[in-house]
């Protein structure tokens, strides 16, 4: 089956020095596809890690401010 994952991220400035990157990956939280493949790249049982990420739903902030 697809296996489409949805994503989101937003930037706020707050000025010329300070910039807040916020943002949520795999918003509805799909499972990866299951691979019975172990070969080559280093992948493991169960997913593909060059296409997927097996974490879920994750949340991030970033800050950015330049001197």
Known sequence: SNYLVWDWQTRYRFNAN???TGGLKNIFDRD???SQ???GGGNQM???ARYTDPLG???YLVA????
């Open 18 to 20: 300070l910039v807040l």
């Open 32 to 34: 990866p596809p299951f």
């Open 37 to 39: 493949r172990i070969a």
């Open 46 to 48: 169960g997913f593909d």
């Open 57 to 59: 739903r994750q949340a």
């Open 64 to 67: 950015n401010y330049k001197f």
